[in-house]
Each structure stands twice: as structure tokens, then as C-alpha cells.
């Protein structure tokens, strides 16, 4: 049995294209399937949690959307031991899908997933923030405190992203909306402590990103060197007073040819703790997720099983 989650509306309408051609392979083929189409936040997290209790038909979980449903998914997930995740791009950045080199036909990553020749075991992160509460929220590709964060809060609101995204141009609204930002957000003095050793200090923070895959943002590649199946983040820290330096840093970022260079700085470990002077956003695969000044983010490792 085939059970699909699927956001209509993720990249801005593609979401519900993506799933008539779906849909309509598989009524062709005579394939038993299930279907939830959610109709706001959270409905994904939901039906994720329902399709994945231990007293459910056995079925493969596939999510039809961009990273935000696909988080949603996972974060509400049930693990009994490994969990099996199929995944149809239908966003506006996808990053998870390009970092995992999947197709980019709709109905060629569906074939691969009804005929499953190679499985990859993939890593997630937990990200833990609040000081009395605190909550933990998973993320598949990303999770970060800062510009970055500023950027997603603002492109979910925004309506321009919405026209852009219909008009197949989701990359140029992110491009505008991130330039806007990095005129006007604010940085701060903070550290980050990699797995409760090694304590580096910044005093310019623009943002700090913890990759479990290497881009984020619609293709920024700020951890070049991520591996998403090493049981470790990446994590870059953008830090420099200067903001000319570090359009250069975003600049490279997304043609790609982010390397060590003045303004950001990569680090690997299973686990980090971030402490930020000024309250900054936060984001969790490009979802906002509130404000907050400590962070701590870990890496589990392998615990999804994925056909590509
Ligand atoms: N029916 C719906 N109408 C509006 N929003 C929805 C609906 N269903 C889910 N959502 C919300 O839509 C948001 C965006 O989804 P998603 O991230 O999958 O698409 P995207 O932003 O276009 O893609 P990407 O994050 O890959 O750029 C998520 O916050 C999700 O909770």
C-alpha cells in the first residue's frame, strides 16, 4: 500500500500539478493508494503521525511538497527502527531533492519509488531551543539562527514570492527577498560550542547554519562539504563586520563556489550549541520558527531510509 501526503499548494501551486500526474499513473496502473491533501500547517505532521502508528497497514510514506512538508512529515513521524520516506519534489527551492540527486520528473521519481532498485540511508538533525520549555523540532536538510531565518520569515508571508512562484521564477523572489534582508538585518556577538569541546567566538554573526545537506535556500551552498549520510553536521558561521565581504560570501554561496574564505567559517560535529547576545529568528528547513538566543542542534544518524 502506497499512502501520499501531499501539499497542494507547496511551490506556489506546483504542489497540486504534481499530484494529478501522480494521481493519474497511478488509477492507470491500477495501484492501491491513499491519499491526504493538507489544507494548512501542521495537517502533514499529523497525518504523518496516524500513517505511522505501529498498528497500521504496512505501506510506504511518500510526500508530495517542497522541504517545509517534508519537515512537517518527518517531525511527526512514529520511528519503529528505520524509517522508509518516499519524496516527490513539488517545492520552490528544493534543495532536499537536489542534494539527494533525484530526478526532476514528478513521474520518474514516483517509477523509482513503486520500483525501488537503490535505497539510501539518510541522516536528520534535532533541533532543541527555549530555556524553561524546551522543544525539539526535527529537520532534514537544515536549521539555522540569523539572516537566513530572517529570509524564510519573510518570504512566508510574502505575496510577491506567491506570483514569482507561479510564474516558475520561486528563485528570483528568494534572491530579492534574501537582498532586502541583508540590508536590514541585524547581527550579533555570539559562540558556538561543537560537541561540548571546542568553543569558537564571533562577534559580527549573520547567520550560523546547521547543514545536514550542503545547500539551503532554494541552491545557497554554504556546507559544500556536507554529507548527508555521515552521522555529522556541517555547520557555517557568517560573521564579518564587513557587509561588502559578506555579499561576496552569499554571492559565492550561490554560484557555488563557496570555499574558507573572510566571513564564513565551516565546522564539523555531532552536535553544537549556538548562544547569540540579540534574540535572532530561527528556521528549521525553511520554516520560521520563532526567536531565540541558544540553540543546540544534533545529528542522528542513518535512521531514514530513502529511494532515490
Ligand atoms: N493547503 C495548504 N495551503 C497553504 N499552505 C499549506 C497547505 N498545506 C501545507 N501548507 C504549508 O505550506 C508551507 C510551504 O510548504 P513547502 O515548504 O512544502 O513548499 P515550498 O515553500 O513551496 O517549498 P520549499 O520549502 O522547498 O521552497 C508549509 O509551511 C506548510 O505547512
Known sequence: MYYFIVNPSAGSGRGRRVWKAIACYMDLHNIEYEAILTGGTGEARTAARELTKKNRKPGLLIVVGGSGTMNEVLDGAMFHGLLDLGYIPAGTGN????????????????????????FSMVDYGVLSCGEREVSHRR???????????????????????GVLGRMGLGKLSSLFLGFRQFLHCR?????????????????????????????????????????????????????HSSRTKLLRVMLQALTGRFKKHTGARNFECREVS???????????????????????????????????
Open 95 to 118: 534543495d532536499l531533492s537536489r542534494c539527494l540527486h533525484m530526478p526532476k520528473s514528478a513521474v520518474r521519481c514516483l517509477k523509482n519509488q513503486l520500483h525501488p532498485r537503490h
Open 139 to 161: 529537520f532534514m536538510v537544515s536549521a539555522g539562527i540569523g539572516f537566513d531565518a530572517a529570509v524564510c520569515h519573510m518570504a512566508a508571508g510574502s505575496r510577491m514570492r
Open 187 to 239: 547581527s550579533s556577538r555570539g559562540y558556538i560550542l561543537l560537541d561540548g569541546v571546542k568553543k569558537v567566538e564571533f562577534n559580527h554573526i549573520l547567520f550560523i547554519s546547521c547543514h545536514i545537506q550542503p545547500s539551503e535556500g532554494g541552491g545557497f551552498l554554504f556546507a559544500p562539504r556536507a554529507d548527508g549520510s555521515d552521522g555529522r553536521m556541517n555547520i557555517c558561521v557568517v560573521s
Open 274 to 308: 549556538i548562544h547569540t547576545d540579540a534574540p535572532l529568528p530561527v528556521h528549521v528547513d525553511g520554516e520560521f520558527c520563532g526567536v531565540q538566543t541558544e540553540l543546540r542542534a544534533q545529528c542522528i544518524s542513518r535512521q531514514i531510509r530513502m529511494v532515490i
